[in-house]
């Protein structure tokens, strides 16, 4: 069942745990998209937050960490407890914000200009692929799903495996470096990631349609907030990698 989303954090166990609501007690599509840019509010503006900090000389180490290891902790109770998700999914985007922000300003540092280009690509990408699947360019068959999700899952093995070995000082090779084949890497993962948005679109509109609770519209948000995240993370690697040759 899992298979049915590439997004971990939607799927179809989630409507069988919730149920079928009618009336204003619904899942509804406008619904979703109201939470969703309320979550997307709350995560830029503690991304704006950390970023300014950064950039007025102050340790931001503190809340990058704090930040990605609380959210992954909220992360995986709301995947977990979608009942959780009205209240604790603005408390994700605040962590979440705050490790977005410390990394995006540690990037531009670097690169300048580049977090702009980033999220001018991922707002693009999501542009684009909704108006693909709201046109039926592109549809989520069932073999579209379990190919979308068998690639983050592999992906999420590699990451996996990276982190595990770095930890003994060992590098996966073309993983993180900019040579051809890292580049190539890196667009094979920003593809990936980007389908998954199609996979949340369909969880939406199958949500509102079989009549889920009002609080899976928080739930329905929280997992489009995370691809969006995602794909963002993966562009900025990117075009890291595009600059730095």
Known sequence: MLGRS????????????????????????????N???IT???????????????????NVTGLAI????????????????PTTARYLVPVYAALEGAFLGALSASYEGRFNGITLQAALITMCVFIALLLAYKTRLIKATEN??????????????????????????????????????GIGISLVIVIVAAL????DFDFIEQGAQRGAPK????????GLIVTLVWL???????LSKLRSR
């Open 66 to 81: 704090g930040g990605a290891i609380g959210g992954l902790i909220l992360a995986l109770v709301i995947s977990f407890k």
């Open 40 to 58: 997307l509010a709350i995560l830029l503006g503690a991304a704006f937050a950390t970023w300014s900090m950064y950039f007025n000389g102050q």
């Open 6 to 33: 590439g997004n971990p954090t939607l799927n179809d166990k989630s409507f069988e745990k919730s149920g079928h609501y009618l009336g204003a007690d619904r899942m509804t599509i406008e619904g979703t998209v």
């Open 144 to 181: 579209f799903k379990l190919g979308v999700f068998a690639a983050t899952a592999g992906i999420a093995l590699v990451y996996l495996v990276s982190i595990v070995l770095g930890m003994f000082g060992v590098t996966v090779p073309y993983l993180h470096d900019n040579s051809l084949i």
């Open 232 to 238: 963002y993370i993966e562009i900025l690697r990117l």
């Open 35 to 37: 939470k969703a840019f």
């Open 196 to 199: 998954n948005l199609v996979l």
């Open 215 to 222: 609080y899976m519209e928080w739930y329905g948000a929280f």
